[in-house]
């Protein structure tokens, strides 16, 4: 089983940053693999980016590619999504997720609303 909490949240202007973290615990919390996806409203839930506990890291479009950094520190068994060049159509309630290596998500945090503001 692995505890998933989201900080992070909040309502910031576009152009504007803002960096979610998400705090794993649980037996298998150090070894799964981590992630976040994303509702906007009135949309289906998508991927938006993963990190395997050796660091490899997947996005779920080349734009969150390239303003969306994920990160995570195993010992504390944390990770984050640094996001950047924020506009309004990255307004969505984020949630953390993980899963065990071979897998599917199985493993969910409450969400935490992001708004950008335009």
């Known amino acids: 089983q692995v505890q998933l909490v989201e900080t992070g949240g909040g309502l910031v202007q576009a152009g504007g940053s803002l960096t979610l973290s998400c705090a794993a615990s649980g037996r298998s919390a150090s070894t799964a693999v981590m992630g976040w996806f994303r509702r906007a409203p009135g949309k289906a839930r998508e991927f938006v980016a993963g990190?395997?506990?050796?660091?490899?890291?997947?996005y779920g479009s080349r734009s969150m590619r390239g303003r969306f950094t994920i990160s995570r520190d195993n010992a504390r068994n944390t990770v984050d999504l640094q996001m950047s060049s924020l506009n309004p159509e990255d307004t969505a309630v984020y949630y953390c997720a993980a899963h065990r290596p071979s897998a599917p998500w199985q493993y969910w945090g409450q969400g935490t609303q992001v708004t950008v503001s335009s």
């Open positions: 990190i395997t506990m050796t660091g490899e890291q997947t």
